[in-house]
């Protein structure tokens, strides 16, 4: 006679609460998959406001590059970190959630990576303040803008355009 069946319901609600949960959370952390479009690259879709979060912050990075190029032209190594910082890890604007589940977990990846690695260029710029090493590191780089445009593009998604 055990009173304790009574709570047989609460268990299955908490399971299901649980499960969701567990859901959202994968859903979110692994983002969305993608299609193959006319062009070979994978489509991601996103809504007009995401979008426009994704490509101001590439131009960002397009204009940081430029000024490291610029800086390392005239050998100054501290504006080459300042560059590179303001694109940086901590420079990374808020993803809102409907951005962070658009997009694929390769690409997160990805992006995390590359702001990490700009983090990396600045530290080594201050501490050696070798323009040839710099230079070499903004190569790399560089190749992996290349490798993720190759890879991806953006489309519409059907809640926006
Ligand atoms: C994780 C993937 C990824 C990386 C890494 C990446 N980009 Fe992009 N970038 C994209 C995608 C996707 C687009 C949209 C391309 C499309 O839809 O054809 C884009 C677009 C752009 C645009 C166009 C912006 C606009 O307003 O239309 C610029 C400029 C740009 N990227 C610069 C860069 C530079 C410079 C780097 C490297 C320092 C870089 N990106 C690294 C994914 C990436």
């Known amino acids: 006679m055990g009173n304790r069946s009574g709570c047989g319901f609460c268990w ?11 859901f959202a959370g994968y859903r979110l952390f692994m983002g969305a998959h993608t299609h193959v479009g006319t062009d070979g690259r994978a489509e991601i879709a996103l809504t007009a406001a995401d979008r426009d979060i994704v490509l101001a912050e ?3 990075i397009l204009g940081a590059v430029q000024g490291m190029t610029t800086a390392l032209t005239q050998d100054d190594l501290k504006l080459v970190a300042q560059q590179a910082r303001s694109v940086g890890l901590s420079a990374m604007g808020q993803v809102p959630p409907s951005l962070m589940q658009a997009l694929p977990l390769e690409f997160k990846t990805l992006g995390r990576e590359m702001h990490t690695e700009f ?3 600045a530290l080594d710029a201050e501490q050696m303040g070798d323009r040839e090493h710099a230079l070499q590191q903004l190569g790399a780089m560089l190749g992996k803008c290349v490798a993720c445009h190759a890879t991806y593009r953006l489309t519409a998604s059907k809640d926006g355009d």
């Open 119 to 121: 983090d990396q260029i």
């Open 12 to 22: 299955l609600s908490l399971t299901v609460v649980v499960a969701l949960a567990g």
């Open 58 to 60: 590439m131009r960002a």
